[in-house]
Structure formats: C-alpha cells, structure tokens
C-alpha cells in the first residue's frame, strides 16, 4: 500500500502530455505521407527537368549554352537571311553578258582610222600626168610593172596614210579607169589633184588634154595578192622601220608586240612604221586597216630590204 501512496497528480499530467504529442506528430506523420504522395506536387529533377520545361508550349525559352545571338559572328548574320538569298551567294557567279575583250570591229569605220580618205565619199579634183619612170615614188614600194599608178596630192597623201589606197577615177566623158596611190604629187597639186601615169591618163582623155576636171573615189578591190612585210635598209633589233605592202585596203596602223604590249609605231612621210628605240623589232606585227580589221603577223625576222609575205589580206568592202 506503502507504493500507492507515492503516486502524484503532476505524473498523470507528464503521461497525458505524453499521448497528446504522440498523437500529433502521428497527425503530422500522415500529413506529411498525403503530402508526399499527392501528384499536385513538383520536386526539384535537376537540369534534365528544367530543360523539359523550357521546351514546354507556352513558356518562354530561356537563354542557355545552346542559344546563339545574332550578332555573335559574321556567319550568324550570314544566316539570318532568306534562304533564296543564301542560295544566290553560295551559287557560282554567272558570266557577265558584256564580254571582257570586245572582238575586233571589220565592218565598221572610225574616223581615227580612216583620215582624210573616207570609204563611200565621192571626191572633186583634176587629173594630171607625169612621167612615173620604173614606178618607184615617195611611198617607197620599188620599182614595178604596174603602169596603173597615180601620185596624191600633198593634203590627201597625209604623211602617206594614202600609199597603197585603190582609186576608182571617173572623167566627164563617163570613162574611168583604178590606180594604186605609189607617190606624191607636191605642190602646186591641189586637194582633190591626182598626178596619174601616162598610161593611166590616156584612160579618161587624150594625153594632149593634159589636164582634166574628174571625181574619185576609194576602192577595196578583189585581189589575189597577199600582204608582205619588209624591214628597212639598216633595221636591227635595236632600230628598224617597218614596211606593209600589197594591203587591199589603206592601212590605218602599224604595231609591234613588245614587253609592255601593243605599241603603235610613227609613221613616216616615206611609208615605214619607224622603232627608233628597237621596242618590237623583229617580234609579232599587228597591222589595222581603216575598216578596223586586225591581222597579226609572227615570224617575220628582220632582215633588211627583203620583202617577207604573210600569207594574209584584208577583207574587201
């Protein structure tokens, strides 16, 4: 009985507390379990998590190690454009419709090239006649058995522009007859004056005549002949003059190939193409007439008062 008698009330209070806090954290126990296991509730997945987030419909895309701005590099912005455009840039370049070297003009004429002397134009003079002797004159070609020759007037002559040129001669009396300009015909021969051979002059009137009104006109004659070349007495490769003869059509210029490309030569009151400082001797001609054909002639070496054929001619007009 003596056990009974130390018993208090402040016991029975510690045991009831006691079950209280049991029963509560058994409340919180099972909160915390409906908690856990309700599907309403997200937990942290890591990174994998957040990245199927960030891809989820409707949620802006936030900015990571794979996103590239725009401005990064010039490739980026090389992207940016549409793919037509990027497909233009990356496509080989097309071919420009205007050639980058214009093939040689034949037909046409030019002003430069012609001179005095134009194609199609019809000229007023007077004819004359002097004794041509073996036919050599001032444009050099030698002698020849041509007696169809004529020497120009000064003015018309233009420092031999007119050596070679055909020239169809018309007189009152209708007759006409073709000479070959070989020489100049110095003053007092007035513009539009041709000094013919006798030969050529007993054509269109009788040589007691001696002197007659005429018309003429320019030719580009049907020929078999050729084109030669012949260097001048003296040429080396260090000076040489530079002769075309037997050219359809008047030749407008004359150019040797040398270092620095196509060099037109001076040309001379004598009919040479003069290389004073040697610039071409002996190289590749190209020669231009006043229609502006070009003919390119290799292989002609220099050998002095030789004449060299070509094997070539101008086209005739």
């Given at each position: 009985m003596a056990s009974r008698s130390h018993r208090s009330p402040s016991s029975g209070r510690g045991r009831t507390a006691l079950v209280s806090a049991a029963a509560v954290a058994a409340v919180a126990l099972v909160a915390a379990l409906i908690l856990a296991f309700s599907p309403d509730h997200e937990t942290d997945a890591g990174p994998a998590a957040a990245t199927r987030v960030a891809g989820t419909p409707g949620t802006p895309t936030p900015t990571t190690e794979k996103s590239e701005p725009a401005t990064a590099s010039p490739s980026a912005s090389a992207r940016t454009g549409s793919p037509k455009a990027t497909a233009s840039?990356?496509?080989?370049?097309?071919?420009?419709?205007?050639?980058?070297?214009?093939?040689?003009?034949?037909?046409?004429?030019?002003?430069?090239?012609?001179?005095?002397?134009?194609?199609?134009?019809?000229?007023?003079?007077?004819?004359?006649?002097?004794?041509?002797?073996?036919?050599?004159?001032?444009?050099?070609?030698?002698?020849?058995?041509?007696?169809?020759?004529?020497?120009?007037?000064?003015?018309?002559?233009?420092?031999?522009?007119?050596?070679?040129?055909?020239?169809?001669?018309?007189?009152?009396?209708?007759?006409?007859?073709?000479?070959?300009?070989?020489?100049?015909?110095?003053?007092?021969?007035?513009?539009?004056?041709?000094?013919?051979?006798?030969?050529?002059?007993?054509?269109?009137?009788?040589?007691?005549?001696?002197?007659?009104?005429?018309?003429?006109?320019?030719?580009?004659?049907?020929?078999?002949?050729?084109?030669s070349i012949r260097y001048k007495t003296g040429s080396t490769r260090y000076w040489c003059g530079i002769q075309a003869i037997g050219h359809r059509n008047p030749l407008a210029r004359l150019e040797v190939q040398t270092a620095a490309g196509w060099t037109e030569l001076p040309r001379t009151g004598y009919n040479y193409f003069l290389s004073e400082q040697g610039s071409g001797c002996g190289g590749a001609i190209r020669i231009t007439d006043i229609y502006g054909e070009r003919l390119e002639i290799d292989g002609i070496s220099v050998k002095p008062d030789v004449v060299q054929s070509t094997g070539v001619q101008f086209a005739r007009h």
């Open positions: 840039s990356s496509a080989s370049p097309r071919p420009s419709k205007t050639p980058s070297t214009r093939p040689a003009r034949k037909t046409s004429t030019s002003a430069a090239l012609t001179g005095r002397i134009k194609p199609g134009v019809t000229y007023d003079g007077v004819a004359t006649f002097y004794d041509t002797g073996n036919g050599d004159g001032a444009c050099l070609y030698g002698p020849t058995a041509d007696v169809m020759t004529a020497a120009m007037n000064t003015t018309d002559y233009e420092t031999s522009r007119a050596c070679g040129a055909y020239i169809l001669v018309r007189a009152a009396s209708g007759a006409s007859v073709t000479v070959r300009i070989t020489n100049e015909c110095p003053l007092p021969c007035a513009p539009g004056q041709l000094d013919l051979s006798p030969q050529a002059f007993a054509k269109l009137a009788a040589p007691v005549t001696g002197r007659i009104p005429i018309t003429w006109s320019l030719l580009s004659p049907s020929t078999s002949d050729t084109i």
